[in-house]
Antibody, heavy 119, light 107 residues
Framework: QVKLQQSGAELVKPGASVKLSCKTS????????MSWFKQIPGQSIEWIGM????????GYNQKFKGKATLTVDTSSSTAYMDLSSLTTEDSAVYFC????????????WGQGASVTVSS | DIQMTQSPASLSASLEEIVTITCQAS??????LAWYQQKPGKSPQLLIY???SLADGVPSRFSGSRSGTQYSLKISRLQVEDIGIYYC?????????FGSGTKLEIK
């Protein structure tokens, strides 16, 4: 059974950074493609970027370049997303999701992690 | 970027009724279209991929179709458990993009 377990809610100050994690199980992480998404409550879903766990290769939405950095740790089957220079506009729920059949189709999603940026 | 124009924004229908949601792609995406359902406070769940293929465990009352660059999701007999927000997503090229969502309620 494929499972993606995300880290918990974060309350951070403007200008700070935060690192979210997504621990996976139930499939071969080392050859998988992990995407990250942003959703502001009441709004649609935005794709932030994707990482291939096999070699750490990444692709980003231009909108999030410089804001998000994706990494993986294959030894623990965990994906990470660093968000830097946070502003109130970064307050949202962030999801990791896996396209293990087709990289661009999300078969499995994490439960989401809420990030609140506030002083 | 490929724009996905989804309609309607909200929909209220009776149980057992047929419901249709549409998405218009701004350019050719072939059959690279997926549909997701999201319930309040939960993550999206894959319903349909490749325009017409049902994801594992999805009831057969859900179906997808395409006419040119217009894509449709049909629920043949609406059930209580179908309430939620539905999103289309183009899976043709990055950046992956989603429709604005359709909020489905029971009348």
């Amino acid at each position: 059974q494929v499972k993606l377990q995300q880290s918990g809610a974060e309350l951070v100050k403007p200008g700070a950074s935060v690192k979210l994690s997504c621990k996976t199980s139930g499939y071969t992480f080392s050859t998988s493609y992990m995407s990250w998404f942003k959703q502001i409550p009441g709004q649609s879903i935005e794709w932030i970027g994707m990482i291939y766990a096999g070699d750490g290769g990444t692709g980003y939405n231009q909108k999030f370049k410089g804001k998000a950095t994706l990494t993986v740790d294959t030894s623990s089957s965990t994906a990470y997303m660093d968000l830097s220079s946070l502003t109130t506009e970064d307050s949202a729920v962030y999801f990791c999701a896996e396209g293990y059949n087709y990289p661009y189709v999300m078969d499995a999603w994490g439960q989401g992690a809420s990030v609140t940026v506030s002083s | 970027d490929i724009q996905m124009t989804q309609s309607p924004a909200s929909l209220s229908a009776s149980l057992e009724e047929i419901v249709t949601i549409t998405c218009q792609a701004s350019q050719n995406i072939g059959n690279w279209l997926a549909w997701y359902q999201q319930k309040p406070g939960k993550s999206p769940q894959l319903l349909i991929y490749g325009t017409t293929s049902l994801a594992d465990g999805v009831p057969s009352r859900f179906s997808g179709s395409r006419s040119g660059t217009q894509y449709s999701l049909k629920i043949s007999r609406l059930q209580v458990e179908d309430i939620g927000i539905y999103y289309c997503q183009q899976a043709s090229s990055t950046p992956l993009t989603f429709g604005s969502g359709t909020k489905l309620e029971i009348k």
